[in-house]
């Protein structure tokens, strides 16, 4: 069984037990989150797709962690022109494990 949530921006395929990173979300290392933007639920060879989200739909996962991700580089550079500026970005993210999906 998996699902297909929104958030953040972003659409994420879980699977119930898994960890992702996902856009830095308010809320400290072992509280829980339910997700109600689902896009899509797959049991079995029963497939649910919303128009946009699947109604009843729920994803529930716990906080493990929240961090940043590596630095990401970002060099702009004009060729024979003696310019160069060097930049540099870190995200936040949080850290969850799926715990539930339900439909």
Do not use: C, N
């Not at 992702?20 to 933007?37: C, H, P, Q, R, Y």
């Not at 940043?68 to 949080?94: A, D, E, L, N, P």
């Amino acid at each position: 069984m998996y699902a297909v949530i929104q958030t953040g921006g972003k659409q994420y395929r879980v699977a119930e037990g898994t960890t992702l990173k996902i856009e830095k979300l308010e809320l400290g290392a072992g509280d829980s989150v339910e997700f109600d933007k689902v896009l899509m639920i797959q049991s079995g060879d029963a497939v649910k797709v919303g128009q946009p989200f699947v109604e009843g739909g729920k994803v529930t996962a716990t906080v493990v962690s929240q961090g940043r991700h590596k630095k990401i580089r970002i060099i702009k550079f004009r060729r024979r022109k003696h310019h160069m500026k060097k930049m540099g970005h870190r995200q936040y993210y949080t850290e969850i494990q799926i715990t539930g999906i339900s439909a």
